[in-house]
């Protein structure tokens, strides 16, 4: 999958620094064998494969804002009756991206969540309903810096890593896709070239469930025609 993602450098783009692209990105399968090697090296012990949820999430790098937002996430997902299993660190090589990209990362952790015994379907509702809640909060805040919070995806299923790259950059940024025990049975790839967006991390392709090409993005003008209409 990072080989295609690679061989889609044509399609991608750059602005003043070559070295910084648009966004890049990997969807996959959530890797519990790494996860449960990884978390175990924490003392944390992960549950059975398919019974706990990952959010990758963007966190500002201003340490005030970052605690503030992991402190919302914390908050609404106990009150939403949710069991926080903890936070992991994601391993990076910042100077695998370019000085623009550089300047404008977030802090990037994962958060792993226990189903405990809920279905799976009203797992994934609440998951859903906390991210937004969690978005709204931080959003409505209006605390500086707090604008760099992302979650790129939360899901008991599949899991994004993406960021402001070029495509070949990705697998020396992130240190877990280089790992041998991180496997995967799906793979989506996407290299984005912004038109009517400006490039920034949390526009990297792909999004939780879907890559796109683009046309989608007009939601402006989609809500003015139904307006009209």
């Known amino acids: 999958a990072l080989e295609i993602l690679k061989n889609m450098s044509h399609r991608g783009a750059t602005g003043s620094d070559p070295e910084t692209g648009d966004g890049a990105g990997i969807q996959i399968q959530i890797p519990h064998e790494f996860?449960?090697?990884?978390?175990?090296?924490?003392?944390?012990l992960l549950p059975c494969e398919g019974d706990y949820a990952v959010g990758m999430t963007f966190l500002p790098m201003e340490?005030?804002?970052?605690?503030?937002?992991?402190?919302?996430?914390?908050?609404?997902?106990r009150e939403e009756g949710q069991k926080?299993?903890?936070?992991?660190?994601?391993?990076?090589?910042?100077?695998?991206?370019?000085v623009s990209a550089q300047g404008t990362r977030p802090v990037i952790q994962q958060i792993f969540i226990d189903k405990n015994d809920q279905e799976v379907k009203e797992f994934e509702r609440k998951l859903y309903i906390v991210r937004k809640r969690v978005e709204r909060t931080i959003s409505e805040s209006l605390r500086p810096y707090t604008d760099a919070f992302y979650v790129c995806s939360l899901s008991t299923s599949t899991i994004v890593y993406k960021g402001q790259?070029?495509?070949h950059q990705i697998e020396e940024f992130y240190l877990d896709l280089k790992?041998?025990?991180l496997k995967s049975s799906i793979a989506i790839v996407h290299q984005r070239y912004s038109t009517n967006t400006f490039p920034s991390w949390r526009l990297a392709h792909p999004y939780r469930h879907i890559s796109h090409n683009g046309e989608i993005n007009t939601i402006r003008g989609n809500v003015k025609w139904m307006n009209a209409r």
């Not at 996860?35 to 944390?44: A, W």
């Not at 340490?63 to 997902?77: H, K, T």
Request: proline share 4%; hydrophobic share 40%.
């Open 63 to 77: 340490p005030n804002a970052r605690y503030y937002c992991e402190g919302v996430f914390e908050r609404i997902l």
């Open 179 to 181: 790992d041998d025990k």
């Open 35 to 44: 996860f449960f090697s990884e978390l175990e090296k924490m003392d944390i």
């Open 84 to 98: 926080i299993i903890g936070w992991r660190h994601v391993p990076i090589n910042d100077k695998a991206c370019g």
């Open 165 to 167: 790259f070029l495509a």
